[in-house]
């Protein structure tokens, strides 16, 4: 079955610091694979995906992830983090079965602090 | 740029009760999805819309009914409400299947069951 993990939970950085969020998906075909941010209270804001092609993707506000399939791992990074990253992290895989709908599938998300 | 509309964006319902919610999907998209996200958890697909079919159907239980309209606008409909359906329910958009398409999420109803 599809699946996807994010193994931790929370994770607290210092502002400036660099920062790298693990996620690790279980999908037997190609994967589509989705970083999405959700500040409190708010929505879920696309930061980046990977279809295919470059294995190293950029997305928004500096973010960028690596594509490891030897690993089955996507794990968001950003080299120095502002306070304003503060939030909940999800990564997601898109299912698709031969043409139905591409639905995501979620890990738990990763809540990350950021310390003055 | 347009994005995802959904109303209303909080609501409060006493348990038994029905609640509607709706969904307006970025213009010229045509496939519309609802998730469900508890307190604490990630968001979980409930079922999807393609050209006004349903395309895929998740953990939607059998009290929640949803559709796809001719402007693709969407409803989801839930009837005889518990305390459990208190979450907050996402729509997303996109144009087509295929799975390439990026879903471009809305800012949530967020649904209390008192």
Same mark, same amino acid.
């Given at each position: ?12 950085? &210092?502002?400036? =610091? ?10 037997? =075909? ?15 804001? *696309? *930061?980046?995906?990977?279809? &295919? ?8 506000? +500096? ?9 089955? &791992? ?5 080299? &120095?983090?502002?306070?304003?990253? =503060? ?19 979620? +890990?738990? +998300?990763?809540?990350? =602090?950021?310390?003055? | ?114």
């Amino acid at each position: 079955a599809q699946s996807v993990t994010q193994p931790d939970i929370h994770i607290t950085v &210092s502002e400036g =610091a660099s920062l790298e969020l693990r996620c690790n998906y279980s999908y037997g =075909a190609t994967p589509y694979l989705f970083w999405y941010v959700q500040s409190p209270g708010q929505g879920l804001q *696309l *930061l980046l995906k990977y279809f &295919s092609g470059d294995t190293l993707v950029q997305g928004i506000k +500096g973010f960028e992830a690596e594509f490891k399939r030897s690993q089955s &791992s996507f794990n968001l990074r950003k080299p &120095s983090v502002h306070w304003s990253d =503060a939030a909940e992290y999800f990564c997601a895989v898109g299912v698709n079965y031969g043409g139905a709908t591409n639905k995501l599938i979620f +890990g738990t +998300g990763t809540l990350l =602090a950021v310390q003055p | 740029a347009a994005g995802v509309i959904q109303s209303p964006r909080h609501l409060i319902k006493e348990k038994r009760e029905t609640a509607t919610l709706k969904c307006y999907p970025i213009p010229r998209h045509d496939t519309v999805y609802w998730y469900q996200q508890g307190p604490g958890q990630d968001p979980q697909f409930l079922i999807s819309f393609y050209e006004k079919m349903q395309s895929d159907k998740g953990s939607i239980p059998d009290r929640f009914s949803a559709q796809q309209f001719s402007d693709y606008h969407s409803e989801l409909n839930m009837s005889s409400l518990e305390l459990g359906d208190s979450a907050l329910y996402f729509c997303a958009s996109s144009l087509g299947l295929a799975g390439v398409e990026t879903q471009y999420f809305g800012p949530g109803t967020r649904l209390l069951v008192l």
